[in-house]
């Protein structure tokens, strides 16, 4: 079955500190992959997207994710984290090649911030 | 901001209501899509449709029913909910076929607080 999975549920970093969020999925096929990210009592909003290409992708906010595909992976990262980048964090991922619209999420990971 | 309007923002209902959610966009989308997401987890897949067919149901109850009336507009017309259907409630698109290279990126609404009293 295709599956997504967030191995880290929750992150506590310092201000300055180097964020990494790993995303795994289960599918050998073509696949979209997607990280959103949602502020505390805010909708969800687009950080990077991969669909082809550069498996470096750079997103806002100074994101950038990188796809590796013999690993199933596609992980967040961020150099230096701000307090304002306290949020949740879903990786999803459109498993496609048959026209699907399923995107399935993973279970997403919450991220505080320490000023 | 979102291009993906939802109305309303919050709906507090009885178990015996009728009510709809609304959504609507203009980015051209032909694919349209329900989730609903409880609190501290991730969005869950309900509906999605598809050149204004129904072209996903995720064994959803049948108290919640989609109809799409054109491709700018879907409702989520909900009946007889129970209070554990109470979540956020989003809408979103995508340009629908399956574009290969390009890809389909999914944009959502800010979502419809729903609780069910």
């Known amino acids: 079955a295709q599956s997504v999975s967030q191995h880290n549920h929750h992150v506590i970093l310092s201000e300055a500190a180097s964020l990494e969020l790993g995303c795994n999925y289960s599918y050998g096929g073509t696949v979209n992959l997607f990280w959103y990210v949602q502020y505390p009592g805010q909708h969800l909003q687009l950080l990077l997207k991969y669909f082809s290409g550069d498996p470096l992708v750079k997103g806002i906010k100074g994101f950038e994710a990188e796809f590796i595909k013999s690993k199933f992976s596609f992980n967040l990262r961020k150099p230096s984290v701000q307090w304002s980048d306290t949020a949740e964090y879903f990786c999803a991922v459109n498993f496609g090649g048959s026209g699907t619209y399923k995107y399935i999420f993973g279970t997403g990971t919450r991220l505080k911030v320490l000023a | 901001d979102t291009e993906v309007t939802q109305t309303p923002k919050h709906l507090v209902m009885g178990m015996t209501n009728k009510k709809s959610l609304k959504c609507e966009q203009h980015m051209g989308h032909r694919a349209m899509y329900w989730y609903k997401q409880k609190a501290k987890k991730p969005p869950e897949l309900m509906f999605v449709y598809s050149y204004e067919k129904l072209s996903i149901n995720e064994s959803v109850p049948s108290r919640f029913s989609p109809e799409c009336p054109n491709s700018s507009l879907l409702n989520l017309h909900l009946h007889a909910l129970q209070p554990e259907d109470s979540a956020l409630y989003l809408c979103?698109?995508?340009?629908?076929?399956?574009?290969?290279?390009?890809?389909?990126?999914?944009?959502f609404g800010e979502g419809s607080w729903l609780t069910v009293v």
């Open positions: 979103a698109s995508s340009q629908g076929a399956w574009t290969g290279s390009s890809g389909n990126t999914i944009y």
